[in-house]
């Protein structure tokens, strides 16, 4: 069995006290759902890699997304550790046996769904075959390298019709990943210290294609 990079447990220790951003910060009454994401880090052929979804263009919430796997904690999860495995082996046939969980990142408050998320940072010790397991929830599965992600050609700001201020987002696979998972993966990247300088004044319309499916949620 392959041991979790010091990297990725020095990230761990660090994010488990990370601020929290006032915009994610959970409401103060406790409102929302319970959720989980898995970060889930590996050593591929390109180097440390990390596994994203595309999430179903058909969903009611966060239609057509790249996304970490993930979803709401059930009674029976043992919490959000135990909800991030079982949604990730729903949605992609991932084996729990082959992952190291190393830590938990502070609760993040994801108004659209009204889900208070907990990501969930491991470690694919033992990598198996994975795919879109669950056709009505998932169209893609991709082990994105860290390489593409920090690239900077493959970085730009999005700015939303609605007039919020641009926002990160990563062009990689086909996949334009923005929104919560794209801050995530920016904060988790800069506090691995694998983040490259990019341009940030390169900023684009979030295309309409995805505003659509995204006023669909």
Not at 6 to 33: C, D, F, I, Q, Y
Not at 66 to 77: C, E, N, Q, T, Y
Not at 107 to 134: F, G, I, K
């Amino acid at each position: 069995m392959v041991v979790a990079p010091a990297w990725l447990t020095e990230l761990a220790a660090k994010a488990a006290h990370s601020p929290v951003p006032t915009a994610l910060r959970p409401p103060a009454n406790g409102s929302g759902r319970s959720a989980a994401v898995l970060l889930l880090f590996g050593e591929g052929p390109e180097g440390p890699d990390i596994l994203l979804i595309q999430r179903s263009s058909k969903g009611r919430v966060h239609a057509g997304q790249p996304a970490f796997p993930g979803g709401g904690v059930d009674p029976g999860d043992d919490g959000p550790i135990g909800a991030a495995l079982r949604e990730a082996q729903e949605e992609t046939g991932l084996d729990p046996a082959g992952v190291e969980v190393v830590g938990t990142m502070p609760e993040l408050y994801v108004w659209r769904s009204d889900n208070r998320v907990t990501p969930v940072l491991a470690w694919w010790h033992t990598p198996c075959a994975v795919h879109a397991a669950s056709p009505d929830e998932v169209e893609a599965v991709e082990r994105v390298p860290v390489a593409e992600l920090v690239d900077p050609a493959n970085r730009l700001r999005l700015r939303h019709p609605r007039g919020i201020a641009p926002s990160v987002a990563f062009r990689v696979r086909g996949l334009l990943v923005w929104g919560f998972t794209a801050g995530v993966l920016d904060g988790v990247l800069t506090a691995a210290g694998f983040e490259r300088p990019w341009d940030r004044s390169r900023v684009e319309d979030l295309p309409p294609e995805v505003v659509n499916l995204a006023a669909r949620g």
